[in-house]
């Protein structure tokens, strides 16, 4: 098993910066790709960003690429999805998502932990 947790969410206004970090603990030598996902109040989860642990593929949803940036430092076991530009829209709680092998990086069902979920509200 593996237990991602996330940190780093809170209040910042429109235009403002946060960055996220989720920290791996358990089989961590066994992950595949660690992604990003997020859920407004009244609306379904959605993809935001993803990597294969390796580094050497990332997906981004269309509305925040050239935002947001998903990174990830293996000596912790730890990705960071750095936001920046941040609109009243990327208002929700944020899940950080650990898949253990499968293809599907966009998807819910590409992933096999999931964290507890860190909230970021943007005021404009």
């Known amino acids: 098993q593996v237990q991602p947790v996330e940190s780093g969410g809170g209040l910042v206004q429109a235009g403002g910066s946060l960055r996220l970090s989720c920290a791996a603990s358990?089989?961590?030598?066994?992950?595949?790709?660690m992604g990003w996902f997020r859920q407004a109040p009244g609306k379904e989860r959605e993809f935001v960003a993803a990597m294969r642990w390796s580094g050497d593929i990332t997906f981004y949803a269309d509305s925040v690429k050239g935002r947001f940036t998903i990174s990830r430092d293996n000596a912790k076991n730890t990705v960071y999805l750095q936001m920046n530009s941040l609109k009243p829209e990327d208002t929700a709680t944020y899940y950080c998502?650990?898949?253990?092998?499968?293809?599907?990086?966009?998807?819910?069902?590409?992933?096999?932990?999931w964290g507890q979920g860190t909230q970021v509200t943007v005021s404009s």
């Open positions: 358990g089989r961590t030598f066994s992950i595949y790709q």
């Open positions: 998502a650990v898949g253990m092998g499968s293809p599907y990086y966009t998807r819910s069902d590409g992933y096999d932990y």
